[in-house]
Each structure stands twice: as C-alpha cells, then as structure tokens.
C-alpha cells in the first residue's frame, strides 16, 4: 500500500516537472528575441520594469535582465560613473539603483525655507536665525545658512527610512552607505563653536551607531570660511530604520544678536560605496 502511494507520487511529481520543463520551452520559443535587440530593449525600458516583470518571462530573458553588462550600460548611458576605474562594483544592477535613487534626505537643508522641516531643541540667547550667507559657499547654489546665538542653539531632523523608499530588507541585506556631511562657517570678528551628532536607530528609535565628533572651536579674527564635517557608516549590521540628524553651535563670545556658527547644505546620502562612487 505504501509503495504504491509512493510511486504514484514521484509519477505526479514527475509529470509536473515534466508539464512545467515544457512550458519554460515554449514560453522561451515564444519570447526568443535576438541577443542583441533584447538587450537594446531592456536600456529602453524603465528598469524596475526590467526588474520586477520582463526578468520573470522566460530563462532567456532573465539571464539578460541579470546580466553585468545590461547594468553596465545602463550605467554608461545615464552617466554614473566610478570613481576610481581600477576598482568595479561587485554589482552592478545594486550600483545603478543606488545611484538613481541617490539625493539628499534631509529637508530644507539651506535654509531656504527657514525652519521648515527641522525641530529646534535649543534656541539659547537670542535663537535660531536665517541669514543670507556673508561669504560664497563652495556651491554657488548655497545662498541663505542657518545662525546661532549666544548660548546653544541645536536642531533635529529625524528620517525614517522606509518612508523614503529603502525597505527594511534592503537595507538589513545590502546595508549601502549613508554618507553625512554638514558646512559650517563663524563671523571673522566672533569666537564660536560647532558641535554635530548623527545616530542611525533602529525600529523602537535606539541609537546603535553614533558619529558625534569633539567639539569644534572657531578662534576670532580668523578668515571668513566655510569647512565641511563629513562621516560615512558602513558595516552597520541590520535594524537600522532611522537616522537622526542634529547640530547647533554657539556664540563664545556673548554677543547680543546672532554671531555664532553658521550652518548649511547638511546632507544625509544612502548611496555606493565611497571607494567606487
């Protein structure tokens, strides 16, 4: 009794992979497109398009859809290039869709919209201000920065990952860079100091790795400049679905008014690695 359940069963298996080998064979002489035209196909299609539908057609069309070059190319024709050409993405499809959905995940980060977006946690002296730059910003873009006051002043922003496109999965298997960096400047007639922390968090908002760099002090009568802090986390372990990011500064010296540290174009960047990017 039991060995004819058993060999009915292998002949049911049997038949289905059977029935199911012939489908994959005539779905693939039924979508069999030259190499080439294929390829030219899936560079002019939107690629989560490529992805998530023309990869599950037949075994033809996901070896193209998974294929170094078509990603490669895609690459080359968008105009997203490595950094250093000796070293090459281990892959390239998770390269070309870092790079496209590559931007800056703070809001209002210049300032151009005052305080929109950002919470104030300490607004010491005379608090936070707007002011139009007072030298050039390396990027000409850059007109309006952020002002502190005597005593501190600090501000917050929080970014939930997920609500900005990247999955928990993807961020647990793939864990890609995030890359901080904050522009800071002082009153050539003012001391003053800068102080930065940026915590990536985990789902209940506890802070698992932390970037928060001794406090800069900016003496007086130096030359009006800017200077960047930058950081990048790698190797972060999963759990990571938040990231916050908070800076502020001083007047030292005590002044009325608003002489203390400057601060804008703060950006947060999930992107490729720093060494290929």
């Known amino acids: 009794m039991g060995g004819t359940s058993s060999s009915s069963s292998k002949k049911v298996e049997k038949e289905t992979e059977t029935a199911a080998s012939e489908t994959e064979t005539a779905a693939s002489r039924w979508f069999s497109v030259p190499l080439e035209i294929l390829e030219e196909l899936f560079l002019n299609l939107p690629p989560e398009e490529v992805v998530c539908t023309c990869r599950l057609v037949c075994r033809q069309w996901k ?61 010491g002296g005379n608090g936070w201000k707007v002011e139009d730059v007072r030298v050039p910003h390396p990027d000409e873009r850059v007109q309006k920065s952020f002002v502190t006051s005597y ?44 102080k930065i922390c940026v915590e990536l968090l985990i789902q209940n908002k506890k802070p698992v790795h932390t970037f928060a760099p001794k406090t800069i002090f900016l003496k007086p009568w130096s030359d009006e400049k800017w200077y960047q802090m930058s950081h990048v986390f790698q190797n972060y372990g999963p759990g990571v679905r938040y990231i916050r990011f908070t800076h502020g500064g001083e007047d030292t010296m005590y002044r009325i008014g608003w002489h203390g540290v400057r601060l804008t174009d703060s950006c947060v960047e999930i992107c490729p690695s720093v060494e290929t990017y």
Not at 74 to 93: F, G, Q
Not at 168 to 191: E, G, L, N, T, V
Request: aromatic share 18%; glycine share 0%; hydrophobic share 30%.
């Open 151 to 194: 005593f501190f002043c600090t501000k917050s922003q929080l970014i939930d990952l997920e609500r900005e496109g990247y999955n928990p999965a993807f961020m647990d298997h793939f864990q890609p860079d995030i890359k901080i960096s904050d522009w800071y400047a002082q009153r050539w007639d003012c001391a003053c100091q800068y």
């Open 63 to 123: 070896e193209v859809a998974d294929s170094e070059y078509l990603w490669r190319e895609r690459c080359r024709r968008e105009r997203y290039h490595l950094r250093d050409v000796s070293r090459t993405p281990k892959d390239w499809r998770l390269f070309y869709f870092l790079c496209k959905k590559r931007r800056n995940l703070l809001k209002n980060p210049r300032a151009e919209d005052q305080f929109q977006d950002w919470q104030i946690l300490e607004r």
